[in-house]
């Protein structure tokens, strides 16, 4: 639920960037970083997940097999 939130907040931050004036190597640095989050979330996210569509297809068809 955390990883939601963090990304909840990485987007209005994207949202106020432009607003903000930042510019040049401060821009480059903030964008880069927030993408570099988004995308560790993201992959942990989606690892998560595959995990528990493996343990409901394994229990899923021990529970058919017995």
């Known amino acids: 639920m955390w990883k939601q939130w963090v990304n909840a907040l990485l987007g209005a931050a994207v949202i106020a960037i432009p607003f903000l004036g930042l510019t ?9 970083i927030m993408g570099a989050v988004v995308l560790v979330l993201s992959l942990w996210t989606t690892r998560e997940i595959s995990r528990e569509e493996y343990e409901e297809v394994v229990t899923h ?6």
């Open 24 to 32: 040049g190597s401060t821009l480059a640095w903030t964008l880069g």
């Open 61 to 66: 068809h021990k529970h058919s097999h017995a």
